[in-house]
């Protein structure tokens, strides 16, 4: 039997590091580390430089470039907000979202805030005022504005309706409709639709739900329905309308109807997580809000 390792040449002796060598490593080891740490912090500012790291924040929270970087400075991003939110609409940024992780956003097309709790409750829990304490109704709120951004998209544009579910049996979005349970929002899938002509943007669009409310209450009275109790915790009438449907000009008698954004918006996003098409005909601008709306 041969010796196996009769062959292998003998290991080269290590030898000691001459005097000034090893700090020299040392240097160039922490110089390669800095420069990836440095790299790193620099990578997830570059959404932030491009402008790119905006994103739709939760009620409260404040909307220009400017604003978005105070925003991150004083959110301590302890996820009270994400808590309490009824709809779960809130999610915390991770690390694929580079600088500012851990700040609360929302994706308005898997899941919108449509203000369930009435009396803004995300305003409410967060403990550094990185949400503005000083919103008091739904209507107050300035998340952004909504656009038509897809108007070829768009069913009612086309004279169609709507029928089914509004994105389909195994989207998991929910929605607060009063009409099934006031307290308990319920997933949109549950709640199938049959229109004419398509109108969700404008049927569910909280501002719109509250104005109809109001209404309702102003005829009827009733100082202790529901409505009204919601009404003292926090969820005043809004005083302007958000979105409307109006007519097209139409020469072949198709009857066709374009979504109108309108003062009142605050841009919650619902009208885009509702719109039916893949591509939604209506997105939120960001960098827009009524007050601004040539932008930041
Ligand atoms: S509650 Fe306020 S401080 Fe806490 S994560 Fe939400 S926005 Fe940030
Ligand atoms: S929900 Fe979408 S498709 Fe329907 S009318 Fe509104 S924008 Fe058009
Ligand atoms: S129009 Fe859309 S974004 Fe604006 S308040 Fe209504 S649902 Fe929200």
């Given at each position: ?114 203000f369930?709790?009435d009396g ?17 109704f739904p ?71 509250r ?16 409505a009204?109790?919601a009404q003292k915790i926090g969820n005043e009438c ?59």
């Amino acid at each position: 039997m041969s010796d196996q390792n009769s062959d292998q040449k003998p290991k080269a002796k290590k030898t000691p590091p001459k005097p000034g060598e090893k700090t020299r490593r040392e240097f160039l080891r922490s110089g390669v580390l800095a420069a990836g740490v440095l790299g790193a912090s620099l990578l997830g500012y570059y959404p932030v430089l491009q402008g790119s790291a905006l994103r739709l924040r939760p009620p409260g929270a404040i909307k220009t470039p400017l604003d978005e970087q105070e925003f991150f400075a004083s959110c301590i991003k302890c996820g009270q907000c994400v808590q309490v939110c009824p709809v779960y609409a809130i999610k915390l940024a991770d690390i694929t979202d580079g600088f500012g992780i851990g700040v609360p956003y929302i994706d308005a097309r898997e899941q919108a805030c449509d203000f369930s709790c009435d009396g803004l409750q995300c305003v409410l829990a967060c403990p550094t005022g990185a949400l503005t304490h000083d919103l008091n109704f739904p209507a107050d709120t300035r998340m952004g504005l909504a656009e038509l951004t897809r108007p070829d998209t768009c069913l009612a544009m086309q004279g169609q309706g709507f029928k089914g579910q509004a994105r389909g049996a195994d989207f998991k979005g929910v929605l607060r409709f009063s009409e099934v349970d006031r307290w308990n929002p319920i997933p949109l899938a549950d709640h199938p639709f049959d229109l004419e002509i398509c109108d969700l943007c404008v049927r569910l669009c909280p501002i719109e739900i509250r104005i109809a409310e109001c209404a309702a209450e102003a005829e009827n009275d009733e100082p202790q329905n529901t409505a009204r109790v919601a009404q003292k915790i926090g969820n005043e009438c809004p005083p302007r309308s958000a979105i409307k449907l109006v007519p097209m000009p139409s020469d072949d008698g198709v009857k066709r109807m374009q979504p109108v954004i309108l003062d009142g918006c605050v841009g919650c996003g619902v009208c885009e997580m509702v719109c039916p098409p893949q591509i939604p005909s209506l997105t939120m601008n960001i960098k827009k809000t009524v007050d601004h709306p040539g932008g930041a």
